[in-house]
C-alpha cells in the first residue's frame, strides 16, 4: 500500500536553533519543575472530558467503519490466544516473550508493583506488546496488492524510556506509536523520533491521571514543533489498566472516559481507536494533506490557497520549501508556521517568498473579513500605494485564504472535531455561558495559560460577543507573503535589531495614520529583518489581530496580543480603550526582552548556558523576566507594573540585566529613553505620568436629601488620561523621535562596520600582490574610532559622531580614543529627513580638527540620514557637499565605497594636511619649511624652522585658518624659539601681482619707512621671510589646488552665485554673515575684494611668515595694568603707521596685539596686518567688512556706506577692553570666570553670559547687541562696565572703557550731531518764496558727521592723550615710576 507523506516528516532542528520567545525563561532554569508547572496549568484550564472523543478517529466511508469493526472484534476474540503463542513461540526474541506475558497480566489486572516507577516501567513493554497485536492482525498478506479491506497504515511502538531524536530537552518518554507499511518494520530498540510520532503514550501508576496528563502535554508539545504539517495532536494516558485517549486542538484538550482494558468492553474500545487510527484518512490523525513532505528531494511541497490580489477563484498553487523557520512549539494557539519557499522547486534553497500558516480566530459562518488578515493586508498595500508610499518595507499578499482537506471541505475546528463537535457543545451546556470577563473557570482559561501559552497564543475571547465557545472556532489560513525575511534571533547585533524595531515602528505608524489599522500584536515573532541592497531593514507582519480603528485611532477594551508583551492594560483586559500606546509599550516589553536574553543565537545561548548553571546551584534561582511569562494575565500584569513604575526600579529589575556585549548599552539606553517618553513624558502633567491612579481632589456635593454635604473623591487613571488626543500625539512623536534617534545612532554603526570591511578588504588585495606591485598598495588604511561615549551611549542630546582615523594595519578593529595626528574625518548620523541638523553638527565637531591637527588645510566629513550618505569637503569660505549616496542602491554604495578607497590611496595633501609641515613624533615638535622670500631676496629656498605646538591655533572652521608658533631655526633650541611663525589663509585676486593685500610686502614697506625716518622698530613686527606655501615645486598652496579638479565645475554649476552683491542680504552673501557668531577671532568676511560681485568659492592663497619678535599672548599677562601698557603700545605704533606710513591696520582684536618684553619691562606689539590697506592723504577708505566679529566696529559689522578710518579701529579697541575687563585678563581669571558661567548656566538653562550676543549671531543682530549697549553712558556703564571683574587692577580698566566710550562716542567738545551712535534728525524749514509748503526731515550719522576731518583730529588726539594717561597710570602701579 502507498506510504503517506507521515511516514517521513523529519522536522530536522537547524543548527542554532532554539525555542521561542516565550520558551526563553522556562528551557533555562529548572527544566523538571518549571515544564510540569505549565503543564499542570494547561491540564487544569485547558481539559475537559468527551467519553466518544475516540470517534474522531473512526473513518468517513461507512464501508471502512464496519472494516474498523469487524477488525475489533476480531483482534479482542483472539487477543490472548495470540499473546500466548508469541509467548511460547521460541523464534521469538526473549524481551519480545517476556512482554506478551506482562501483557497478558496487565490486561487481566495481574500487573502489580508496589513501586509505582517500577510499575511504569513494566506497563511500557506490555503495551507495546498489545500495539504489535494489533499491528499484526493488520497486516496485509504479502501477495495483497492493496484491496479495500486492507489498512491504510499499522501503528508500531518505539523503544520505551528514551530521549527522542528531535526534542529540545533532556526528558525520556514513556512510549509513542509511529507510522509503518507494515508490521515487518517493527524494531523493539528503534529509539523515538519526534519527527515520526504520531501519538504519545504516557503510563502512570493509578492515582496519577493528572501527572499522567500534564507529562503527556509536555511531550506533545513537542511533536507540533517537529511536524510542521500537523493539525491536532492524539494522546494516550494509561493509569494501571485505566486508559484514556486524549485528542489535542488548538484549544483544548479533549479527554475520552476510561477505558479499562481488563474489561472486554474497555478493552475493544482501545483497540477499536487503534484500529482506526490504521484505517482512517491522514488528516484524521491530524495531518494536513496539502503539506507534503518529499523524502527524495528533502523539501516541503505546500498547497498555497488560490486567493490573490486580483482573484478570489484561483486554484491552490504549489510552493517547495526547506525546514519552516519559524515552528509552532507551543500545544495551544494559532499554531503559527513559517517557510522560506519558491514556487519553483529548482530555486527551493533560493526562496522568495514567505509562507505563513496559521490557525487564527473566526466567527463560524460569516462572511465578514474585517478578520481576515489577507483582505487586510491587501487593503493596506492598496491604500499605500494610492498614496505613493514605496511598499518595499511592508508585508505584501502574494495569494492566501482557507486551507481545503478537500473539494467539500474547509479545514477548521469542525473539521478537526468532526462528528462530535455537535455532541461536545450539547454536553457542555454550562460552558456556552462564560463571559469574558476571566473571572469564571473557562474564561480565567485564557487568563491563567498567558504564561504558558507563548508567541502564537492570544486570548481566546477575541470576538464581539460575550460569549465563549467550548471548543472555539478557528480556520486554518495559509498565506504566500512578500518579503521573505529572517527572524530578530537571525540578527548579528543589537545594532541591526534597532534599525529593524525603528523600521518597524514606522511602518506600524503609516498603517495605522494612512490606513486605519491598529496591529495589537507588536512581539519578537512579529517583527522580522529582512535585506535591501544588502542593508538590513524591518518589516511588521502578523495581522492576525490587527482591527479596524476609527479617526480616534483607538478601539474597544479587548485582550489580544503575546502574553509576555502585552500591554498592562491588555493583560488586566482593563476598559481602557486600546490605542497605538499600547503597541508602544509592547515594543518596550521586546526591547527589554532581546536586551536581558540575548539578540542574537549566539548570545542566547551563552545565556541559557549561564541560567541553567545557577539554576543547578540554586534550586530557588528566578531569571529576571521570569515574572513576565509565568502566571495570570494579572500575575504578569502585576509584575510588569512593579518592574516599571520608576527608572530606578526599572533599571534595578530589567536594565541592569542586559547583556552586556557590545551593543546592549546602545539597546538598554534605547529601552530607558522609551519608558521615559511612554510612562513619564516630561511635555505632559503629573496626572499623565506612571500607572498608578492619582488623587486629583473632590468636588463638594450639596444635592443630599439631608443636607449633608458630601465630598467625592476623583482619581485619575494615567492609562486613561494619556489616551487624550494631545497627549497622545505629543507620546508619538516623542517615541518615533527617539526610534528614529536611535535608527541613526545604529546605522552609524553599521557604517563603522563597512569601513572595516573596506579596510580588510583592500589589506588582504595588498598582501596579495608581489613586490613589484608595490606603487599599487595603499598609503593608508581608514577604521572607525568611536568619539568618547558615542557608540556606548546614545541619548539624544549626545553626539553620535564616528572618526574615521588614518592607520597603517586594518588588524586593529578597537583603536580607542583617536588622536589629533591620525583623525582623517568626523561622520555625523542622523535620521531622515535630519539633513541640515547633521550638517550643523559635523559643522560643529569638524572645527576641533582644524583645532588639533595645526597641518589641516581643508577638512573632509560625512553625513548619514538614514540610509542617504553624503561627502563633504568643507574649504576656507564654503562646505561643499555632494548629492545623496543611497546605500540601499548599489550605484550609491559604489560610489561611497569608491570614495572611502580614494582616500586610501589619495596623496595627504588631498586628504588635508600640509605637506610642508610634518610632525616628528620622536621629538615631539613640528619641522616647517617657511618660504624664501627676504626683505633682500625673493628667491631663496625654503628655511626650516622647528616648533612645540602652535599658541594660537585654528579653532574655527571658516576663514583665514590663522595659525601661530613659537619657533626656531635650531632643532636644539625648539624650547628657546626666537622667531614667530605665522600660517594663514588670506584672500587675494587669482593670478594677480598686485602685493596690496601681501602681508609680507606690507610689513617690508612698513619697517623700511619707519627705519628711513630714524624711528626705533623695536617695537614693530619685523619679517624674516615667508610668501606663498608651495604644494610641490610645480604648485602654490591655494583654492584652486584644494579643490582642484572640480573648481571649474563649480562655478558653472552656480553661475547664479557668481553676480551675488556684498550686500550679505541674498543667500552666498549671507552664508558670512550667518557663519559670523561661530567663526570667530581669525574669520573676517568672505566680501573683502574690492568688486560688487562674491565668487562661488573666494580665492584664498595659503601664506606663511617668520617674524620677530616673539610675543605672548593677551591671556599671558599677569595684571590689567600690564594690558593698559600693551594696549597704549599698540595703538600709538598703530598711529604711526598710519600716519607716517600710510596704512590702515583694520583688524584691532585681542589675538592681534601681542605683549614682548623689552629690558625687563612689558611693551606691545600690533601684529596680522592680513586686513591692512593703503590709505590716501583723507587717511579712510571705502566701505568694506573686515575683521573679527566680537571687536568689529558698528559701521563695520553692518558693512554701511560709511568710510572706514582708523575711528573703527579705536571702536574695536575699545570692545578690546570691555571683552578682557569683563572675561578676565590672565588665563586663571579666564578660567574661573568660564566655570563660573558653567555653572549658572546649569542652574538657569536661559541665562546668557554679559557679552554673549557680541559673537554669536548675524553680523546685523550683533551690531545692534553693541548699539544697544552704547546707546548712551549710563546704559554702557549698567550693560557692561558693571560685569568688569573686581579684581585689583580692573577699575583702572574700567575707567579707561569709559573714558574710551566718553571721547570716542560722545566727544563734549563736540556738537550733539557729532555724538552716540543713533541717527539724529533735525528739521528743514522751506525757503521763502519755493512752493513746497512742507517741511522736511534732515537725518544725521554721527559716524559720518565724525569722519569729517576736524573732528576726527580732535577726536583721535583726545583718545591718544587718554591711552598715554592711563599707561603712565598703569607703569607706576607696577613699576613705582612712569620713567
Not at 496488492?145 to 526534542?167: F, I, M
Not at 517618553?677 to 491612579?693: A, C, I, Q, T
Request: aromatic share 8%; net charge negative; charged share 30%.
Amino acid at each position: 500500500m502507498s506510504q503517506p507523506s507521515v511516514d517521513s516528516t523529519p522536522q530536522k532542528k537547524r543548527s542554532g536553533s532554539r525555542s521561542s520567545a516565550t520558551n526563553f525563561a522556562s528551557d533555562c532554569t529548572d527544566q523538571w519543575s518549571l515544564r510540569m508547572d505549565d503543564a499542570r496549568k494547561e491540564r487544569e484550564y485547558r481539559r475537559f472530558d468527551f467519553d466518544d472523543i475516540a470517534r474522531c478517529a473512526l473513518p468517513k466511508n461507512s464501508t471502512l467503519r464496519d472494516l474498523v469493526d469487524k477488525r475489533t472484534k476480531e483482534i479482542s476474540h483472539r487477543l490472548d490466544d495470540i499473546l500466548v503463542e508469541r509467548s511460547q513461540d521460541p523464534e521469538t526474541p526473549a524481551l519480545v516473550r517476556q512482554a506478551a506475558n506482562e501483557c497478558r497480566k496487565w490486561l487481566r489486572g495481574e500487573l502489580i508493583s508496589k513501586n509505582s516507577s517500577r510499575y511504569e516501567k513494566v506497563i511500557y513493554p506490555a503495551h507495546a506488546a498489545l500495539i504489535r497485536c494489533i499491528a499484526g492482525h493488520l497486516d496485509p498478506e504479502p501477495t495483497s496488492a492493496g484491496g479495500t479491506d486492507e489498512a491504510k497504515r499499522v501503528l508500531l511502538p518505539y523503544a520505551s524510556d528514551l530521549k527522542p531524536t528531535g526534542s529540545d530537552k533532556r526528558i525520556r518518554i514513556d512510549g509513542a506509536l509511529r507510522s509503518c507499511a507494515d508490521a515487518s518494520s517493527a524494531d523493539d530498540e528503534l529509539r523515538p523520533d519526534y519527527r515520526d510520532i504520531v501519538l504519545v503514550a504516557e503510563a502512570k501508576w493509578r492515582r496519577e491521571q493528572d501527572k499522567a496528563y500534564d507529562q503527556l502535554i509536555r511531550y506533545t508539545r513537542q511533536v507540533y514543533a517537529n511536524q510542521p504539517n500537523r493539525r491536532f495532536a492524539w494522546g494516550v494516558t494509561i493509569c494501571a489498566t485505566l486508559v484514556r485517549v486524549i485528542l489535542f486542538e488548538n484549544d483544548r484538550m479533549v479527554s475520552s472516559k476510561d477505558m479499562d482494558v481488563t474489561t472486554s468492553t474497555g478493552l475493544a474500545a482501545y483497540i477499536k481507536f487503534i484500529v482506526s487510527l490504521c484505517f482512517c484518512e491522514e488528516h484524521q490523525l491530524g495531518y494536513d494533506p496539502s503539506m507534503t513532505w518529499c523524502s527524495e528531494n528533502e523539501y516541503w511541497i505546500i498547497k498555497c490557497p488560490g486567493r490573490t490580489p486580483d482573484n478570489d477563484d484561483e486554484q491552490p498553487a504549489t510552493y517547495y520549501a526547506r525546514d519552516p523557520v519559524f515552528v509552532a512549539d507551543h500545544l495551544f494557539g494559532r499554531h503559527t508556521r513559517g517557510f522560506y519557499a519558491s514556487d519553483d522547486p529548482e530555486l527551493v534553497d533560493q526562496p522568495d517568498t514567505f509562507i505563513k500558516d496559521a490557525w487564527p480566530h473566526a466567527e463560524r459562518g460569516s462572511e465578514d473579513t474585517s478578520r481576515d488578515e489577507l483582505a487586510i493586508l491587501q487593503d493596506i498595500v492598496q491604500q499605500l500605494k494610492t498614496r505613493g508610499i514605496d511598499t518595499t518595507g511592508y508585508v505584501r499578499p502574494v495569494r492566501g485564504g482557507t486551507v481545503r482537506l478537500d473539494d467539500d471541505h474547509d479545514d477548521n475546528t469542525d473539521t478537526v472535531l468532526d462528528p462530535v463537535v455537535g455532541d461536545i457543545e450539547a454536553a457542555h451546556p454550562q460552558m456556552g455561558t462564560i463571559a469574558e470577563n476571566d473571572e469564571t473557570d473557562a474564561g480565567a482559561l485564557a487568563t491563567k495559560l498567558a504564561a504558558g501559552r507563548g508567541k502564537d497564543d492570544e486570548a481566546c475571547a477575541i470576538d464581539d460577543s460575550s460569549w465563549v465557545e467550548v471548543i472555539p472556532y478557528r480556520v486554518h489560513r495559509r498565506l504566500a507573503l512578500k518579503p521573505i525575511g529572517k527572524p530578530l534571533y537571525a540578527l548579528s547585533s543589537p545594532y541591526e535589531l534597532i534599525i529593524v524595531l525603528a523600521d518597524a515602528m514606522t511602518a506600524h505608524s503609516k498603517i495605522l495614520n494612512l490606513c486605519g489599522y491598529l496591529h495589537r500584536d507588536i512581539s519578537t515573532n512579529n517583527i522580522l529583518a529582512i535585506e535591501v541592497d544588502g542593508r538590513v531593514r524591518g518589516v511588521l507582519i502578523d495581522f492576525d489581530c490587527a482591527i479596524k480603528v476609527g479617526s480616534q485611532r483607538r478601539v474597544r477594551a479587548e485582550r489580544t496580543g503575546t502574553p509576555p508583551f502585552m500591554s498592562i492594560n491588555n493583560l488586566r483586559n482593563s476598559s481602557v480603550e486600546r490605542s497605538e500606546l499600547d503597541d508602544w509599550e509592547s515594543l518596550l516589553y521586546v526591547v527589554c526582552w532581546l536586551g536581558v536574553y540575548g539578540v542574537s543565537g549566539a548570545n542566547q545561548s551563552k545565556y541559557q548556558a549561564d541560567i541553567e548553571r545557577k539554576c543547578r546551584t540554586d534550586k530557588n534561582y528566578k531569571p529576571p523576566l521570569y515574572a513576565w511569562e509565568c502566571g495570570t494575565f494579572e500575575e504578569v500584569a502585576r509584575a510588569k507594573k512593579e518592574n516599571l513604575e520608576d527608572m530606578g526600579t526599572f533599571t534595578g529589575s530589567v536594565l541592569n540585566h542586559f547583556q552586556r556585549e557590545d551593543g546592549y548599552a546602545m539597546l538598554k539606553s534605547l529601552a530607558r529613553r522609551l519608558h521615559k517618553r511612554l510612562l513619564f513624558n516630561s511635555h505632559l502633567d503629573n496626572k499623565y505620568m506612571g500607572m498608578v491612579k492619582v488623587y486629583c481632589g473632590g468636588d463638594d456635593s450639596d444635592e443630599s436629601d439631608d443636607d449633608t454635604s458630601k465630598s467625592t473623591v476623583v482619581f485619575v487613571d494615567p492609562f486613561a488620561k494619556r489616551l487624550e488626543q494631545k497627549a497622545r500625539d505629543q507620546i508619538n512623536k516623542d517615541l518615533m523621535k527617539t526610534m528614529a534617534h536611535y535608527k541613526a545612532a545604529a546605522v552609524n554603526n553599521a557604517h563603522t562596520s563597512l569601513i572595516h570591511f573596506i579596510a580588510c578588504r583592500m589589506k588582504e588585495l595588498r598582501d596579495g600582490l608581489n613586490a613589484s606591485d608595490a606603487a599599487s598598495n595603499p598609503k593608508r588604511f581608514l577604521l572607525v574610532c568611536g568619539s568618547g561615549q558615542t557608540q556606548t551611549k546614545a541619548s539624544e542630546n549626545s553626539s553620535l559622531n564616528d572618526l574615521i582615523c588614518a592607520v597603517v594595519d586594518p588588524s586593529v578593529t578597537q583603536l580607542g580614543e583617536a588622536n589629533s595626528t591620525n583623525t582623517v574625518l568626523f561622520v555625523k548620523a542622523e535620521r531622515s529627513g535630519r539633513q541640515d541638523l547633521a550638517y550643523c553638527q559635523l559643522i560643529h565637531d569638524t572645527r576641533s580638527l582644524y583645532a588639533d591637527q595645526p597641518n589641516r588645510r581643508f577638512a573632509w566629513g560625512v553625513t548619514i540620514c538614514a540610509t542617504l550618505v553624503r561627502v563633504i569637503l568643507f574649504e576656507n569660505d564654503r562646505m561643499v557637499s555632494s548629492k545623496d549616496m543611497d546605500v540601499t542602491t548599489s550605484t550609491g554604495l559604489a560610489a561611497y565605497i569608491k570614495f572611502i578607497v580614494s582616500l586610501c590611496f589619495c596623496e595627504e595633501h588631498q586628504l588635508g594636511y600640509d605637506p610642508s609641515m610634518t610632525w616628528c613624533s620622536e621629538n615631539k615638535y613640528w619641522i616647517i619649511k617657511c618660504p624664501g622670500r627676504t626683505p633682500d631676496n625673493d628667491d631663496e629656498q625654503p628655511a626650516t624652522y622647528y616648533a612645540r605646538d602652535p599658541v594660537f591655533v585654528a579653532d574655527h572652521l571658516f576663514g583665514r585658518h590663522t595659525r601661530g608658533f613659537y619657533a626656531s631655526d635650531d632643532p636644539e633650541l625648539v624650547d628657546q624659539p626666537d622667531t614667530f611663525i605665522k600660517d594663514a589663509w588670506p584672500h587675494a585676486e587669482r593670478g594677480s601681482e598686485d602685493t596690496s593685500r601681501d602681508e609680507l610686502a606690507i610689513l617690508q614697506d612698513i619697517v623700511q619707512q619707519l627705519k628711513t625716518r630714524g624711528i626705533d622698530t623695536t617695537g614693530y613686527v619685523r619679517p624674516v621671510r615667508g610668501g606663498t606655501v608651495r604644494l610641490d615645486d610645480d604648485h602654490d598652496d591655494n583654492t584652486d589646488t584644494v579643490l582642484d579638479p572640480v573648481v571649474g565645475d563649480i562655478e558653472a554649476a552656480h553661475p547664479q552665485m557668481g553676480t551675488i552683491a556684498e550686500n550679505d542680504e541674498t543667500d552666498a552673501g549671507a552664508l558670512a554673515t550667518k557663519l559670523a557668531a561661530g567663526c570667530g577671532k581669525d574669520d573676517e568676511a568672505c566680501a573683502i575684494d574690492d568688486s560688487s560681485r562674491v565668487e562661488v568659492i573666494p580665492y584664498r592663497v595659503h601664506r606663511r611668515l617668520a617674524l620677530k619678535p616673539i610675543g605672548k599672548p593677551l591671556y599671558a599677562l599677569s595684571s590689567p595694568y600690564e594690558l593698559i601698557i600693551v594696549l597704549a603700545d599698540a595703538m600709538t605704533a598703530h598711529s604711526k603707521i598710519l600716519n607716517l606710513c600710510g596704512y590702515l591696520h583694520r583688524d584691532i582684536s585681542t589675538n592681534n596685539i601681542l605683549a614682548i618684553e623689552v629690558d625687563g619691562r612689558v611693551r606691545g606689539v600690533l601684529i596680522d596686518f592680513d586686513c591692512a590697506i593703503k590709505v590716501g592723504s583723507q587717511r579712510r577708505v571705502r566701505a568694506e567688512r573686515t575683521g573679527t566679529p566680537p571687536f568689529m566696529s558698528i559701521n563695520n559689522l553692518r558693512n554701511s556706506s560709511v568710510e572706514r578710518s582708523e575711528l573703527d579701529d579705536w571702536e574695536s579697541l575699545l570692545y578690546v577692553v570691555c571683552w578682557l575687563g569683563v572675561y578676565g585678563v590672565s588665563g586663571a581669571n579666564q578660567s574661573k570666570y568660564q566655570a563660573d558661567i558653567e555653572r549658572k548656566c546649569r542652574t538657569d538653562k536661559n541665562y546668557k553670559p554679559p557679552l554673549y550676543k557680541w559673537e554669536y549671531g548675524t553680523f546685523e543682530e550683533v551690531a545692534d547687541s553693541k548699539e544697544r549697549c552704547l546707546t548712551g553712558l549710563e546704559r554702557f556703564t549698567s550693560s557692561v562696565l558693571n560685569h568688569f571683574k573686581t579684581e585689583p587692577g580692573y577699575d583702572m580698566l574700567k575707567e579707561l572703557a569709559h573714558e574710551l566710550c566718553q571721547w570716542l562716542l560722545f566727544n563734549l567738545q563736540l556738537d550733539r550731531a557729532y555724538r552716540g551712535v543713533v541717527n539724529t534728525t533735525k528739521p528743514h524749514y522751506r525757503r521763502p518764496g519755493t512752493r513746497v509748503n512742507t517741511n522736511t526731515i534732515i537725518v544725521e550719522d554721527p559716524f559720518v558727521k565724525r569722519l569729517e576731518k576736524d573732528a576726527r583730529d580732535k577726536i583721535n588726539d583726545d583718545l591718544a592723550e587718554v591711552m598715554d594717561l592711563y599707561k603712565r597710570a598703569a607703569v607706576t602701579a607696577l613699576y613705582g615710576s612712569c620713567q
